[in-house]
């Protein structure tokens, strides 16, 4: 079987949760088939080669267009497409592919996210069937984040983007042979939209092999930990926001632990948090296992976004105890109470964090509940054999 993976994004290093899940579901498919990668190379970089990805039979690099110039913002306020689409339109990509079609036939074409929608076309003439990969659903990403927009301008144009992303939706889901989502509420979402649609959930995952040896006792743990890109708008916002309303009153109740925001690429607003008492703003960090080996918790904040937190799943791999806000959690069978804490509003985050301190038997209960359900649920093994098993099937091809 011969597929071509399409990625607005360079995946390796597999560093942020799109990459991760970008790299194992790739590597998963590379293994069984002949795949040829195309993606755009990341700015300040090193281009990713096949010693990197050796699963791969072909990469091809393109450079990755400027996105959010003055020009692209005014085609997404006044043209019909996106913004997130517009930024992710680039002659060299449309060139790319057009040769790598003209080279040999495919079997399946493989859409990493709805931003690389624009190449529909030039992809149809190949005449294999699209499949998307669904991060998250963007249209409610950004209605998310339009009821949170710091300004009217920010609200009037995410509410803009909203409407037009929700419009290109309903045309992929129309136009693409199947799609792929990371949760079982994101596919029932999307059936309310378009109930003629295949789609099938292939959920995010974790190397629990990586993580494993992160595992060691409750004592001597001292972080608070928040793991993300510290440049994606709703990790900015949940940092900051614990930071200000949270993290004054655990500070006072454990004078010795640290908040550590470890995460690529921190905004401006997350580097002054630096100034903060016991706050560690760390950026790119390449192995974050012995953060997860001092933490008392893994901690997700957030209060807008979408998808489903591959955070999460890593911290359980790691045996760190979580504590997460109701949307972090969404779209993961995770159990509160047993295998993660929910804290619903800001006044809930001091007792979870205090009961994990204080209470060995229920650290000691989350952290092997969590890693039992990372491993017989969220291993990246399983699920991209689940994923190389579905195309087959829509393929009507044998394993």
Known sequence: ??????????????????ALREYHLAQALGRRTELTHVFFSQDGARTPGLADMPFCRKIVPVPAPRRYTPEKIVRGLLGRRPLPLVNYTSDAMKAALTAVMAAEPLDLVHLDSIHMAAYEPILRRGGAPMVYDWHNIESEAMWRYSANAP?????????LTARRLLALEKEILRSAAGHVVCSERERETLLRTAPEARIAVIENGVDTGFFHETAAPRDGRYRVLFVGSMRYHANVEAAVSFV?????????????????????DPAPAVLALRGEAH????????????????AIAAIVPLHIGGGTRL??????????????????????????GTDILIAKKDADWLPHLSALSTQGDLWDGMAGAGRRLVTARYDWETLGQSLYETYCRWLGRSQ
């Open 1 to 18: 079987m011969r597929i071509l993976f399409v990625s607005p994004r360079q995946c390796c290093p597999p560093r942020s949760g799109a």
């Open 311 to 336: 955070k999460i799943l890593e911290a359980m791999a790691a045996g760190a105890p979580v504590v997460s806000t109701p949307l972090g959690a969404e779209g993961l069978a995770v159990s509160p």
């Open 279 to 294: 706050v560690e703003v760390t950026g790119t960090v390449d192995d974050l296992r012995p953060f997860y080996g001092q």
């Open 151 to 159: 300004t009217p301008a920010h609200k009037f144009y995410a509410s």
């Open 244 to 264: 200000r309303d949270v993290w004054p009153g655990i500070r006072e109740r454990f004078p010795g632990w640290r908040l550590t925001l470890a995460g690529s």
